[in-house]
């Protein structure tokens, strides 16, 4: 075991490993959690109820989670004088699978996004966001039961690489003489920079996740949305590169779009992923007006970081949307929303998104059941209509109820 500062793993608790490029998972797995700023402390508590009681009524006491509290953000600069120390990274790398509250990051200066550092530190180079309609949920749209797609964000690259600098700087000055000087460009001289990073390797090894995603979930197609009709040698070659892997990785599960119309007259064979490409803008009002033609979704990070909150809003919101950063095997479960500071500590908010979020790392451990069972019964208890307060202002008839109550009737509907 790796050795700590100042927190000891739990000794009632087995560690997940890795065996045959695989993840070993026992019953009683030992999964750090970080609670997170703000409302991260009324969510994470009524997470943890409901995913403990969905497991124990599943398995009847043969498997059970070991949570191992650990620290970020605030929490963290009170105990270590430090956002983000290093016991943490050392114990998501060692237990390999962790569940997340939300984090503050400051806007402009301060330190950079601690949710950032942790996904490039831990190389968690996929942001995989489910977006599906649960019943009797508001939603802004007529049907919004005909959306139901994963999205996968590219998370280590492109604009959010964090490789920029501020207007006025001696580094920005650098930057600037060389583009105009070397590179014959006309920049401003009172521009601030940042750089545009996409690589084969980080696009490939999402878009290859992606399809095995789809693969494996018996999903019908994997769309790589881009922008590259304006960013050619990076959002272009992601689409170039997406397609380039799928053929050569998958070359008798998948088949690209221009393929069906040119050899099947436009009817895909059966049994084959199909991989098409959008590009972004055009996806947006895609996604609202034909939303049940798209599926799973792969694409940089910025694009990503848009859509999936376009998407979450489509069914009813970012209180509903789970998430998850993944690697080669450490996953990292958070809710897609932040710390929602002026209702921190008022037991008011939706724990929804990192319920679901705990149910994907259900889903990722092998323990679908339990996952099955959450979901079933949060859709009941919002057909039941008892909701939280941002549920309950656009539903008509409804009970408000405090996230600690909200998670007693999903403990109760399980
Ligand atoms: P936010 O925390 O997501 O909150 C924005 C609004 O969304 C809230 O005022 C609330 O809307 C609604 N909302 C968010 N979570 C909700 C929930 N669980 N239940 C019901 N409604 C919810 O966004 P922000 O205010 O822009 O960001 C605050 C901080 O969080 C920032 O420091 C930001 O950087 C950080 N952040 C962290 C993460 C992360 O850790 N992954 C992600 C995003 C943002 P109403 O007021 O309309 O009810």
């Not at 490029?21 to 797995?29: A, F, I, Q």
């Not at 039941?384 to 509907?413: F, P």
Request: some cysteine; proline content about 5%.
């Amino acid at each position: 075991m790796a050795k700590y500062k100042m927190i000891t793993p739990p000794t009632n608790g087995t560690p997940i490993t890795i065996v045959d490029k695989k993840l070993k998972v026992p019953d009683n797995p030992i999964i750090p959690v970080i609670e997170g700023d703000g409302i991260g402390s009324d969510i994470m508590k009524a997470c943890r109820r409901v995913v403990d009681a969905a497991i124990e009524k599943t398995y009847n006491g043969r498997k059970q989670i070991v949570w191992f509290d650990i620290y970020a953000g605030d929490a963290a600069l009170k105990m270590y004088g430090e956002v983000l120390p290093r016991d943490t990274f050392k114990a998501i790398k060692e237990f390999i699978v962790a569940l997340k509250g939300p984090l503050t990051t400051p806007v402009g200066g301060g330190y950079r996004s601690l949710n950032v550092t942790l996904r490039q530190a831990l190389n968690l180079y996929a942001c995989v966001r489910p977006v599906r309609y649960f019943q009797g949920v508001p939603s802004p749209v007529k049907h919004p039961e005909k959306l139901n797609v994963v999205i996968f964000r590219e998370n280590t690259e492109d604009v959010y690489a964090g490789i920029e600098w501020p207007k006025g700087t001696k580094e920005v000055k650098k930057v600037i003489d060389f583009l105009n000087k070397r590179m014959k460009t006309k920049i401003r001289a009172d521009s601030g920079i940042g750089i545009k990073p996409i690589s084969v390797t980080g696009t490939q090894r999402l878009v290859s996740k992606a399809i095995r995603y789809a693969l494996d979930n018996g999903r019908r197609s994997v769309t790589l949305v881009h922008k590259g009709n304006i960013m050619k040698y990076t959002e272009g070659a992601f689409r170039d590169w997406g397609y380039k892997i799928a053929a050569k990785r998958f070359p008798d599960e998948t088949i690209s779009e221009a393929e069906i119309w040119d050899k099947y007259n436009g009817k895909c064979p059966d049994g084959k992923v199909i991989i098409k490409d959008r590009i972004a803008d055009s996806m947006f009002q895609q996604i609202l007006t034909r939303s049940d033609e798209y599926d799973i979704i792969a694409t940089p990070n910025l694009n990503g970081d848009y859509l999936s909150d376009a998407c979450a809003a489509q069914v009813g919101g970012l209180g509903m949307a789970p998430g998850g950063n993944i690697g080669d095997y450490v996953g990292l479960f958070e809710a897609t929303h932040g710390t929602a500071p002026k209702y921190a500590g008022k037991d008011m908010v939706n724990p929804s998104s990192l319920i679901l979020s705990a149910v994907m790392m259900l889903n990722y451990l092998g323990w679908k059941e339990a996952g099955l069972a959450i979901e079933k019964a949060i859709e009941k208890t919002i057909l039941q209509k008892t909701v939280t307060y941002d549920l309950e202002r656009l539903m008509e008839g409804a009970t408000k109820v405090s996230t600690s109550q909200y998670a007693t009737h999903i403990i109760e509907n399980l």
